[in-house]
């Protein structure tokens, strides 16, 4: 009798436990979204075959596209202190990725091949025409791998501290995929998640790991980039998911070195090994150039906006100049 009381007992406190849990899930992600700091006043979306993506359009002049890194916390809003500066001179396109930002977020495996169909395709059918891209972090490796499949799309592109070589090489680990099935969990996965993209954790992670001075790093930075990662519910798991198990990573080399188009790749100077990851590439390709940003490291455009752009400028004046 006593045994079969404390199994009850067992079952209902377990019970309870994943209620609460659950409710606790819950309300993280409705605190996360209810200060709408990605609503805007462009909000644009192509029914995509996979899903719809939303992107905005702003400005006059050669078209531009603007490809967030690809992070689960991220989408578009890293380049919102540079593209007002660059649609002066050019039809300024964003995208947030498909799994990111207000982009849907199907239940599957993200892989790289399904992010270079969605840029050519982006490029077809929205933008229409060929023009130049410029690429934040991981989504470097996507958009060279897209230009090699597609070079007319392409006038040039701006590597922006792209990751390292040996980074595109890997391929998903036994203890990769273990965490990517704990994840997959509805209750304790869920969790997990919130606590990784918690406001604290991600304040934590711009102010000490992306930004090269803290003071750099406003709220509504972190407010943005946490809604970001809470949007969609707990689908937002799923990209994260592939994230950790590198299946969206894919080699670069072959791509870098039949690059037809001019390519720029520009690196804060705090970046980890950006110096190297610059040289591994111009080996690839010698016809490459870079810039670094002073005193900045993964977002040069968030935190020196107008140095950035006053970069980004430059080269396309120097590419417009030696074309004619």
């Given at each position: 009798m006593k045994k079969k009381n404390s199994f009850r007992s067992l079952v209902l406190f377990s019970g309870l436990t994943a209620a609460s849990i659950a409710g606790i899930n819950q309300y993280i992600f409705m605190t996360a979204v209810s200060k709408n700091a990605l609503s805007t006043d462009h909000d644009l979306y192509y029914n995509w075959k996979l899903g719809k993506i939303y992107f905005t359009k702003e400005g006059t002049g050669s078209p531009l596209l603007l490809i967030h890194e690809l992070d689960s916390m991220s989408c578009d809003f890293e380049w919102k202190k540079i593209k007002k500066k660059l649609s002066k001179n050019h039809t300024i396109y964003t995208i947030d990725l498909l799994g990111c930002g207000r982009s849907e977020k199907p239940h599957f495996t993200y892989t790289?091949?399904?992010?270079?169909?969605?840029?050519?395709?982006?490029?077809?059918?929205?933008?229409?025409?060929?023009?130049?891209?410029?690429?934040?972090?991981?989504?470097?490796?996507?958009?060279?791998?897209?230009?090699?499949?597609?070079?007319?799309?392409?006038?040039?592109?701006?590597?922006?501290?792209?990751?390292?070589?040996?980074?595109?090489?890997?391929?998903?680990?036994?203890?990769?995929?273990i965490l990517r099935g704990f994840l997959q969990l509805p209750i304790l996965g869920t969790?997990?998640?919130?606590?990784?993209?918690?406001?604290?954790?991600?304040?934590?992670?711009?102010?000490?790991?992306?930004?090269?001075?803290?003071?750099?790093?406003?709220?509504?930075d972190i407010q943005a980039f946490h809604e970001a990662s809470h949007l969609g519910n707990y689908s937002?798991?799923?990209?994260?998911?592939?994230?950790?198990?590198?299946?969206?990573?894919?080699?670069?080399?072959?791509?870098?070195?039949?690059?037809?188009?001019?390519?720029?790749?520009?690196?804060?100077?705090?970046?980890?090994?950006?110096?190297?990851?610059?040289?591994?590439?111009?080996?690839?390709?010698q016809m490459i150039k870079s810039r670094l940003i002073p005193d900045t490291i993964h977002y040069p455009h968030m935190e020196a906006p107008e140095k950035t752009a006053e970069t980004i400028e430059s080269f396309y004046f120097a590419e417009h100049f030696a074309s004619n």
């Open positions: 790289n091949f399904l992010y270079v169909q969605l840029i050519i395709d982006f490029i077809k059918h929205i933008i229409g025409s060929p023009c130049d891209v410029i690429s934040s972090g991981r989504t470097s490796s996507l958009v060279a791998m897209s230009a090699l499949y597609q070079k007319e799309l392409f006038h040039s592109i701006i590597f922006i501290n792209p990751e390292e070589l040996s980074e595109t090489y890997k391929l998903p680990e036994k203890q990769e995929k969790l997990f998640y919130n606590i990784v993209h918690s406001r604290f954790m991600i304040k934590r992670k711009l102010k000490y790991s992306l930004f090269y001075q803290p003071a750099h790093v406003q709220d509504v937002v798991k799923y990209l994260y998911g592939s994230l950790k198990t590198s299946y969206t990573q894919i080699p670069v080399a072959a791509a870098l070195q039949k690059l037809a188009c001019p390519v720029l790749i520009l690196g804060g100077t705090g970046e980890t090994k950006i110096e190297q990851t610059i040289a591994d590439y111009k080996n690839l390709n």
